[in-house]
Structure formats: C-alpha cells, structure tokens
C-alpha cells in the first residue's frame, strides 16, 4: 500500500514547514489513520493526511486541526497555511497528486505547492486530482475561516467572522463568543458576539433562557433573529409566544421606520437628477424666456462626453471624471453657444417658433449621435470609489453611486448660486432678467449676455449627464427621458430662481418614490404631473416666483 509520511522542508524564506513524501511500506507497517494519529505529529502534518482520505469524516476532523493549528499559531505562518488550505477547500482549489499524493493550489492555471507555495513548473491539471467537499464540510469550511477570523486586528474583519458564525450558531462558536466578548474591545464587535450567545440561547435554553435571550434580541434586525423568533412565535409554550411575537412586532416597525428612510434617499436621489437637469434650463428659461426643447440633448452630450473620455482612459477609470467634468461642460457649452448664435438670436419674441426650432435641433444632435459614435446604448464604467454601498444595517444600504450624485448636486448648485450673485456675469444677468430695456441703457451688452447664459446653461446640462452617465444606460434618447421632468421643476419651482428649482427637484423626487409603492411608476409620474397643473391654476408664477421682467413687469 502507500502511505505518507512527513519531513520537514526548508521555504525561501528559511521557514521549515512540514512536507510530505510517499512509500511504499508493507501490510503489516502503520495504516493512514494510524500515521495521522502519530503523538510527534503537528497538526497542521495529522490535518495534511486526513484530507487525503476519501471519508468526509476524516476530512472534518482535519478541518478541525486546522482550526487548532491556526488558533495556537496566532498571526505566524503557519496561521496562514491553515487559513489558505481551508479558503482553497471551500473554493475547490484543493487538489492532491495522483501518485505521490502532494497537497498543491490549482488556481486560473496555476499549480503551487499547497505548503511552501511555490509554482511547481511544466506541472499538469490532469495529474492531479480535487479534494472533494459535501455541503456539511462546506458549511464547517465557512465557520471555520470565520472563527480564525475572529483573532484578527481588524475589527471590520472579527465583525465579518461573527456576522457569517451568527447564520448557523453553535453551542462551541456561542462558548467562544462567551470567552471573547469580555476582551473584545470594539463595541459592535462585542455586540454581535453578545447577540451570537443570545441566538444560542434561543436554540438550546431552557424557558427562562429563551425568554431572556428574546427580551435581548428584540429589535435586533439580524435575519437569524427573525427567523428564530417566528418559530419561537409558534412555540406550545404561551409565554415564549408571546414574548416572541411582541419582539417580532417591534422589529418589524423598525424594518418600516428603515423602509421608510430608504424611500426618503431614493427619493432625494432622483430629486437631485431632476436638479441637474432642470438648473440649466431654469436659467436660460428665466433669463430668456426661451423654451429650449435641445436641453435633454445638451445632457445626452456630456454623457457621451463621459463615454469618449473613459475610452481615451481605459487605464485610468477611477479619475476619469475628473476629466469628464470639465470636457462635457465645454461641449455642452460651446454647443449652446453656437445654437443661440446661429438660430435663437434671430427668434426672441416667438416662443412658438423657437419651440419648434430647438425641437429640430434635438433631432439633428440625437442623428448625430447614432451616426458618430452608436445608435445604440454605450458603455459607461462607475469608478471604484462609485460603487458598492454603504450598509447601515441589515435591512437598509445606500448606495455610493447616488450618494455622490446627491453631494455632486448641491456643489453643482452653490457654485451657480455663488457664480450668479458675486460675479460680474452674475450681476449683468440679474439686471437683464429684470429689466432688459433698464439694462441696456446701462450700458450692459444683453446680446453677450444672453450668449454667455444660454452657454452657461447648456453646459450645466452637461455636467447633468456625466451624473446621469453613472446612473442609467447612455444611448441617442437619454434626454428625452428627462426633457419633461425639467420643465416641471422649473415651472413649479419658480422661472429662473435657482433655490425654487432645488426646492421643486428634491420635492417632486420624494413625492415620486413615495407614491411608486402604491400607484407604479407611470401612475405616479401623471399624478405629479396633475398634482403641478393644480397648482400652477393657483400659483401660476410658482413656488418662489421670479421678480421684474420674469414676473410680467
């Protein structure tokens, strides 16, 4: 037969970690499990041979030794070997030779020896074969990475272990939790520890155990808590019940009051798109008086502004925004310059005729668009910093990408807030937005102004769609989806007064996301839309009306 047997092995860096080598020995000579037993034995030597076994059981016990071998070691390297052979068996990466029987990692192609991990050259996937696992072992494999976790320095990564333990509680990871809880220093890792040991309690303690333990979970949004007390609600015993379902009434009010905070992002979220989209036109519409139906197109340009940038930077994703920002307000701009140039001059004073005139020109810019770059959706990368979420608890997370949008708006907003009351630009535009003729004759150039603001707008829609880029699909008809919207912020904010326009956005967004749970999306865009055409019958100049020429003077 062959068997294993273990000699110390020198690594690069001068360790000496156990290997293994085979004979061939007689009948009468010590059996595997014999030699696994060995008193000389380490445990991370007993654990090498056990994996080698077909029997499950065996492959148990050596997780267990691993455990054992990594607890006693701490954080030396044998700490790491054993952490490696349990992450490499839980991911079926484990495999051992066909004929000599050598632990090795087979990981994307690559073979390296499961204890020095060194690449073993010219080595063949076929001559080696994987260490199997069942669910009962892969279901060990998880508590145990989690409870060598559980010495880390980390506090984030001990939280992490208690929260995978805290999902199948056992009476041994509740004793341990017992142990560690009165040295754990982190106030939310010793919280969830105290919350494992409650769990136990609630699987295994008696009646008075269980009624304390629910008195302790109660409110405690962790899905296991849940999930026990729903059981526990139909318990035979009346008390238990009833502590169990008053627990479970509490937390479901918090699961609303979280539901409900949720809603309330989301709807800031969306309010703060409706923003960007709707600043630009709020103020070429107040200084102007121009209904600018090229507005969703300005925005389609600077979200393709965003595509081209990140495809002239495909090493560099994580600040192509940078970038991106300050392109899409110069094409925007530029672009809104020379339509006011070549056709909105020769048209003030015939607001129908200029409607029709930008309505052409949205349908020119979305041709070129499918003509130039696709006439289908485009590809637009979020930057690492962009994605993820930030996990508030269990049952609410928030999502980066629309918590940078929402901070990205209101920067966006004082800075045209800031711009339009201390600059000179600022100054001349207030006086033609008043009193055009007045400004004239004071000597201020209203057909530059007029150039510089609709510029000014039209590239604020261009920073709108590098946000709107990271939020929703990029294609030829981005702007039309949020042409209308932009119009009623404006309308029921006020024309041309930029604190009625963020009042307006954030509003009709939270009024949207409120209403969706009930009435679906479309349902609730129409009865906003009622909702602002009620309105505007009692307040027609809207929420913060514009003064002077704007207000009919």
């Given at each position: 037969?062959?068997?294993?047997?273990?000699?110390?092995?020198?690594?690069?860096?001068?360790?000496?970690?156990?290997?293994?080598?085979?004979?061939?020995?007689?009948?009468?000579?010590?059996?595997?499990?014999?030699t696994?037993?060995?008193?000389?034995?380490?445990?991370?030597?007993?654990?090498?041979i056990?994996?080698?076994?077909?029997?499950?059981?065996?492959?148990?016990?050596?997780?267990?030794?691993?455990?054992?071998?990594?607890?006693?070691?701490?954080?030396?390297s044998?700490?790491?070997?054993?952490?490696k052979?349990?992450?490499?068996?839980?991911?079926?990466?484990?495999?051992?030779?066909?004929?000599?029987?050598?632990?090795?990692?087979?990981?994307?192609?690559?073979?390296?020896?499961?204890?020095?991990?060194?690449?073993?050259?010219?080595?063949?996937?076929?001559?080696?074969?994987?260490?199997?696992?069942?669910n009962?072992?892969?279901?060990?494999?998880?508590?145990?990475?989690?409870?060598?976790?559980?010495?880390?320095p980390?506090?984030?990564?001990r939280l992490?272990?208690?929260?995978n333990?805290?999902?199948?509680i056992?009476?041994?990871?509740?004793?341990?939790?017992?142990?560690?809880?009165?040295?754990?220093?982190?106030?939310?890792v010793?919280?969830?520890?105290?919350?494992?040991?409650?769990?136990?309690?609630?699987?295994?303690?008696?009646?008075?155990?269980?009624?304390k333990?629910?008195?302790?979970?109660?409110?405690?949004?962790?899905?296991?808590?849940r999930?026990?007390?729903?059981?526990?609600?139909?318990?035979?015993?009346?008390?238990?019940?009833?502590?169990?379902?008053?627990?479970?009434?509490?937390?479901?009010?918090?699961?609303?009051?979280?539901?409900?905070?949720?809603?309330?992002?989301?709807?800031?979220?969306?309010?703060?798109?409706?923003v960007?989209?709707?600043?630009?036109?709020?103020?070429?519409?107040?200084?102007?008086?121009?209904?600018?139906?090229?507005?969703?197109?300005?925005?389609?340009l600077?979200?393709?502004?965003?595509?081209?940038?990140?495809?002239?930077?495909?090493?560099?994703?994580?600040?192509?925004?940078?970038?991106?920002?300050?392109?899409?307000?110069?094409?925007?701009?530029?672009?809104?310059?020379?339509?006011?140039?070549?056709?909105?001059?020769?048209?003030?004073?015939?607001?129908?005729?200029?409607?029709?005139?930008?309505?052409?020109?949205?349908?020119i810019l979305?041709?070129?668009v499918?003509?130039?770059?696709?006439?289908?959706?485009?590809?637009?990368?979020?930057?690492?910093?962009?994605?993820?979420?930030?996990?508030?608890?269990?049952?609410?997370?928030?999502?980066?990408?629309?918590?940078?949008?929402?901070?990205?708006?209101?920067?966006?907003?004082?800075?045209?807030?800031f711009?339009?009351?201390?600059?000179?630009?600022?100054?001349?535009?207030?006086?033609?937005?008043?009193?055009?003729?007045?400004?004239?004759?004071?000597?201020?150039?209203?057909?530059?102004?007029?150039?510089?603001?609709?510029?000014?707008?039209s590239?604020?829609?261009?920073?709108?769609?590098v946000?709107?880029?990271?939020?929703?699909?990029?294609?030829?008809?981005?702007?039309?989806?949020?042409?209308?919207?932009?119009?009623?912020?404006?309308?029921?904010?006020?024309?041309g007064?930029?604190?009625?326009?963020?009042?307006?956005?954030?509003?009709?967004?939270?009024?949207?996301?409120?209403?969706?749970?009930?009435?679906?999306?479309?349902?609730?865009?129409?009865?906003?839309?009622v909702?602002?055409?009620?309105f505007?019958?009692?307040?027609?100049?809207?929420?913060?009306?514009?003064?002077?020429r704007?207000?009919?003077?």
């Amino acid at each position: 037969m062959i068997t294993s047997s273990v000699f110390a092995e020198e690594t690069p860096s001068g360790n000496r970690v156990p290997s293994v080598v085979t004979k061939s020995v007689s009948d009468n000579e010590q059996s595997l499990e014999e030699t696994s037993l060995h008193p000389k034995l380490s445990l991370l030597e007993k654990a090498e041979i056990l994996l080698k076994e077909k029997s499950f059981k065996k492959k148990k016990q050596a997780v267990e030794l691993l455990i054992e071998a990594g607890d006693k070691a701490g954080n030396n390297s044998s700490d790491s070997i054993a952490r490696k052979w349990l992450e490499n068996l839980l991911s079926g990466h484990l495999y051992q030779h066909r004929k000599d029987k050598t632990l090795v990692f087979v990981v994307d192609g690559k073979i390296s020896n499961a204890i020095s991990n060194a690449l073993i050259e010219n080595a063949q996937k076929k001559d080696f074969k994987k260490i199997t696992t069942n669910n009962a072992l892969r279901k060990q494999l998880r508590s145990a990475i989690a409870r060598l976790d559980l010495s880390s320095p980390d506090a984030e990564t001990r939280l992490h272990a208690v929260n995978n333990m805290l999902d199948d509680i056992t009476p041994e990871n509740a004793a341990l939790f017992k142990n560690l809880a009165n040295q754990e220093k982190n106030k939310n890792v010793k919280k969830a520890m105290q919350l494992g040991i409650a769990l136990a309690a609630l699987n295994q303690g008696s009646k008075e155990d269980k009624i304390k333990a629910i008195k302790e979970v109660a409110g405690s949004l962790h899905p296991s808590v849940r999930n026990r007390l729903a059981l526990l609600a139909d318990n035979e015993d009346k008390a238990i019940a009833n502590a169990a379902g008053s627990a479970l009434q509490k937390i479901e009010s918090r699961i609303k009051m979280f539901g409900h905070a949720e809603t309330l992002f989301f709807g800031i979220s969306l309010g703060s798109v409706l923003v960007l989209a709707a600043i630009g036109l709020a103020i070429t519409f107040g200084v102007m008086g121009v209904i600018n139906m090229a507005h969703g197109e300005l925005i389609m340009l600077g979200a393709y502004t965003t595509y081209l940038v990140q495809q002239l930077m495909p090493n560099a994703i994580d600040y192509s925004l940078f970038v991106a920002i300050p392109a899409a307000f110069m094409v925007s701009g530029l672009m809104g310059v020379l339509i006011e140039r070549t056709v909105i001059r020769h048209l003030y004073g015939r607001p129908l005729e200029t409607l029709l005139a930008t309505f052409g020109i949205s349908l020119i810019l979305q041709q070129l668009v499918r003509t130039g770059v696709s006439p289908q959706n485009v590809p637009v990368s979020n930057p690492s910093w962009m994605s993820g979420s930030l996990e508030i608890n269990s049952v609410l997370s928030l999502t980066l990408n629309r918590m940078y949008i929402v901070l990205f708006c209101l920067m966006v907003f004082f800075a045209l807030y800031f711009l339009l009351r201390k600059s000179a630009l600022g100054l001349q535009v207030r006086a033609v937005s008043q009193n055009r003729q007045m400004a004239r004759a004071m000597g201020v150039r209203s057909a530059r102004v007029d150039a510089m603001t609709f510029g000014l707008g039209s590239g604020v829609a261009g920073v709108a769609g590098v946000a709107l880029s990271q939020l929703t699909n990029v294609g030829p008809n981005l702007g039309q989806n949020y042409i209308i919207d932009s119009f009623m912020v404006v309308v029921f904010g006020g024309v041309g007064n930029l604190w009625g326009t963020l009042i307006a956005g954030l509003s009709l967004g939270v009024i949207n996301k409120v209403m969706e749970p009930w009435a679906g999306a479309v349902l609730a865009k129409i009865l906003v839309l009622v909702f602002i055409i009620l309105f505007i019958q009692k307040r027609p100049r809207g929420l913060f009306p514009q003064k002077g020429r704007a207000a009919g003077d």
